[in-house]
Each structure stands twice: as structure tokens, then as C-alpha cells.
């Protein structure tokens, strides 16, 4: 096959992969008419340079990969709550930026990271005691400490080298997952509370460790009928890692102690203490026991409980870099300063133009040179 017609192939290939249109990668890519994309799908039209990039780029792949040198990254993404009806555009959006993220590493020569554990477990069999004995396990194989969610996202980031991206997504795409060559990626939405980020950063850990004995009992043409159980199981998991059971009493003893109620203020102040929502703190304890459904439900429907609670709020609302973390900008300009990227293709890995790139490096350097002439 000449090349004409392999990137022919390889684009309409990557296009119906993604369920677009020819005009909708026409309209991507920044061509004036989807005869352009009709042109180089058919072996008509022998394509630009420029127009490859731009192709490449509209369809989350790498131009490598369009000439047939690469082969294609189809690593599985796991999605909270299903897969159905999410955008096949933004999986392949998380694998390339992935791929990329991966990269920036190999790019500043970073030591090797510890492997993340990969557990034996049965989705079709597995009880909510098996998940929260799998959470007090990653709990101390991770070594995450009495408060996980202040330690989580930091280890899992610099030790193991899991690749976060932020967006935001809507209420059916509260988070995703993947391994593969890259190592592991989770994509969280950037709209959520910091305490529910945690819980749902908690939550795709459970699919991550997991991810081997979870996908080789995955069909392939659709979801099967223990998803919904998983997910439950999931979240039994993160509970179990950001509350821990031990903790949790003890913590419920020392401010009971003396025969002392549990006042709405305490659930606050824990909530807070722990990195989790008010809600999951209150269902913990009734989980626990220590406390009945009944006064869970009271205790949330309670409006002076919910001011409280929303005015420990403000202060710790930090909202994420959309859609790169710190460490993937910081990496980038690392990449960038040792000739590893030049400034096209820093502009590339931040997906951003050459005009912003440019002036992200300023930014940078402005800030140098503020912090050296600080006292």
C-alpha cells in the first residue's frame, strides 16, 4: 500500500473510531470543507504536512501513528457509573495525553517508579468485606498514613507515577481510568468538591488495582451484568480507604466519651479532618454501626447541619489546572529547558498555541526571577 493510501486508511480508521463525521474532523482539524477530509479518506489528495498535523491533532492520535510507524494506543478506559454514552473522542483524548505525560518523563530522566500493585479479585464473586479488606491492604501497601486523603493524590503521583487530568464532566463522567504503556491515568472532574475529588480519586484506585483480574472478565460487546455491583464495590473500597474503620472509632470515642452526644459540629469538624463530604462521613458511621440510618437521614436533612457545613467550605475550595497538574506543566517546561521539546512542540503537550506557549515560559521566568530577589 503506498502512502497515500495508508493514511487514507489510518484516518478514516481513527475517525469512525472516535464516531465522527467527516465534517466534524473537518471542522476540528480547521479545514474549510469536508471535502478535504472526503479527499484524503478516498487516496485522492496527497496531504499536506500541515494538514497531518492538524488531522493528527483533531483526532487525538500522533502523526507517527497516521503514517503507520505506530501502532494504535487502544488501551481500555474504565468510566464510574458505565460507559454508556461517553465520548470514544475524550478516551482517546485521555490516552494520548497520557501517552504524552509518560513522555515528559522519559524526556527529564526520571528514576523508575514503583509499580502500582495489581490484586487478585473475583467482580462476580467478591463481598463488600472483600473490598474493604482490599482497602486496608492498598492502605498499607501505599502506606497512605491515619488521614489517606491528605496523602493520596502525592503518592500516587510521585511514587507510582499515576497520570491525573482534570476536566470537566458532566454528571455521567464523574471520572475514568486506564492502564497501559503510559502506566496508569485517571481522569476526575474538575467541577467536584476537593472531599469529593478524594472520594472519587479513591474510588478509581479500586479499578486501577484491580485492573487485571477486572478486565479479563470484561466482554467486549458490552458492559457486563456485575458493572453496577462494581461500581458498589468501588465505593466500598473508598470508603474503607479514606475512613478508616480503626480511625473512625476512635475518633467517634474520644468525642463521645463521658456519655456525650455526637453534635453536628463534631460530624463537621471530622468530615473536614478526614478529606470526605459530610454525607460520606454520617453513612460511615451508620456502616460502622455507630449510629442508625434514621439519624443519618435526619442529620442531612437538617438545614442549620447544612449551613454549618458549607461554611467550612470556602477555605479548603481549591479547584484543580484544567486539564494538566501541576506536575505535568512543571515537567513540560523541564522538557523544554533541557532541548527536549522545542517551543512547537511544548505548545503541543500543553495544547495550547505557540502565542500561549510563549508566554507561559515569560510567565515562568517572571517567576524566577520574583522568587530569587525574595528575601
Given at each position: 500500500m503506498d502512502s497515500r493510501n495508508l493514511i487514507a486508511a489510518a484516518v478514516r480508521s481513527a475517525r469512525e473510531a472516535l464516531g465522527l463525521t467527516q465534517q466534524a474532523l473537518a471542522t476540528g482539524a480547521g479545514f474549510a470543507s469536508l471535502q478535504i477530509v472526503s479527499s484524503i479518506e478516498t487516496g485522492q489528495r496527497e496531504v499536506k504536512a500541515w494538514e497531518l498535523v492538524r488531522l493528527a491533532r483533531a483526532l487525538h492520535t500522533s502523526v507517527d501513528r497516521l503514517l503507520g510507524i505506530d501502532e494504535p494506543l487502544t488501551a481500555r478506559v474504565f468510566w464510574r457509573r458505565g460507559s454508556g454514552g461517553i465520548s470514544a473522542a475524550r478516551e482517546a483524548q485521555l490516552r494520548e495525553r497520557a501517552e504524552r505525560y509518560a513522555l515528559l518523563e522519559e524526556f527529564c530522566e526520571l528514576p523508575p517508579p514503583e509499580p502500582l500493585p495489581d490484586f487478585p479479585f473475583d467482580p462476580q464473586r467478591a463481598s463488600f468485606a472483600d473490598a474493604e479488606r482490599l482497602a486496608h491492604s492498598?492502605?498499607?501497601t501505599l502506606d497512605l498514613g491515619s488521614r489517606p486523603?491528605?496523602?493520596l493524590l502525592p503518592v500516587l503521583e510521585e511514587r507510582f507515577r499515576v497520570k491525573l487530568f482534570y476536566?470537566?464532566?458532566?454528571p455521567d463522567e464523574s471520572a475514568a481510568c486506564s492502564r497501559g504503556p503510559f502506566g496508569a491515568a485517571v481522569l476526575m472532574n474538575a467541577t467536584q468538591s476537593p472531599w469529593r475529588r478524594n472520594f472519587s480519586l479513591a474510588h478509581e484506585l479500586f479499578h486501577l488495582v484491580t485492573w487485571t483480574a477486572v478486565e479479563s472478565r470484561w466482554p467486549e460487546a458490552a458492559e457486563p451484568e456485575w458493572s453496577?455491583?462494581?461500581?458498589m464495590l468501588a465505593d466500598v473500597f473508598a470508603a474503607q480507604l479514606l475512613l478508616p474503620s480503626d480511625e473512625v472509632n476512635a475518633q467517634f470515642d474520644a468525642r463521645t466519651a463521658g456519655g456525650r452526644e455526637l453534635a453536628g459540629t463534631d460530624v463537621v469538624e471530622l468530615a473536614r479532618e478526614f478529606g470526605v463530604s459530610t454525607e460520606a462521613l454520617a453513612w460511615r458511621l451508620v456502616n460502622l454501626r455507630r449510629r442508625e440510618a434514621e439519624w443519618?437521614?435526619?442529620l442531612l436533612a437538617d438545614s442549620e447541619f447544612r449551613r454549618r457545613d458549607r461554611m467550612t467550605m470556602p477555605s479548603r475550595w481549591t479547584k484543580p489546572a484544567i486539564p494538566?497538574?501541576?506536575?505535568?506543566?512543571r515537567l513540560a517546561l523541564l522538557a523544554y529547558e533541557n532541548h527536549e521539546l522545542s517551543l512547537g512542540k511544548l505548545a503541543v503537550f500543553m495544547e495550547m498555541s505557540m502565542g500561549e506557549a510563549n508566554a507561559m515560559l515569560e510567565q515562568a521566568e517572571h517567576g524566577e526571577e520574583a522568587e530569587a530577589a525574595a528575601p
Open positions: 492498598v492502605a498499607r486523603a491528605a496523602s476536566d470537566e464532566l458532566g453496577e455491583r462494581l461500581e443519618a437521614r435526619a494538566f497538574p501541576e506536575r505535568y506543566r
